[in-house]
């Protein structure tokens, strides 16, 4: 959030949980506790700081390699393969909702761990900025801020 000669408005306030297909939660490696990860696949997506590592130190695991598993470029890659059973992803709380209402994928622990990582808009101080730039950045922040799961997230973390 701090870019030298930008100013940064917080956009989310983001919690990450593991996700998987509902097949998971059955059979003889139904995933009941965070230690059955262990005979699971990870999923990963690049070009995030926080991931598993930061979610099984949150969740007291200490037996699991949290580098193993797969890397995809997106979430959306990543959702798509666990949702057909590959593995377990960790989802961010800001991109999630479909996926789980749609039924395709299922949290199989109530365990979310806080990120610090968030989206920001920034924009240039001083200079040049387009006459309407404050109407779409006043709209972007007002909606991002008034989404239920960010806010109880913010609290959360403030708390």
């Known amino acids: 959030g701090k870019w030298s000669g930008y100013k940064a408005d917080r956009l989310t306030w983001e919690v990450i949980k593991p996700v998987c297909a509902p097949c998971l939660l059955g059979g003889e490696n139904a995933l009941r506790t965070p230690e059955d990860l262990a005979r699971q696949r990870l999923l990963h997506v690049l070009g995030y700081e926080e991931g598993w590592a930061d979610w099984l ?34 989802a961010r709380s800001s991109m999630l909702g479909v996926e789980i209402e749609r039924g395709r994928l299922v949290s199989p622990f109530e365990i979310e761990a806080p990120l610090q990582e968030a989206f920001f808009l920034i924009s240039p101080e001083g200079g040049f900025e387009h006459p309407d730039a404050h109407k779409f950045r006043d709209w ?20």
């Open 57 to 90: 130190r949150y969740a007291n695991v200490t037996e699991i390699n949290s580098g193993q598993g797969l890397q995809f470029d997106t979430s959306l890659l990543a959702f798509e393969f666990a949702s057909r059973g590959g593995g377990v992803a960790l």
């Open 140 to 159: 972007l922040i007002e909606t991002a801020e008034s989404d239920p799961e960010n806010r109880k997230n913010r609290a959360a973390q403030r708390a």
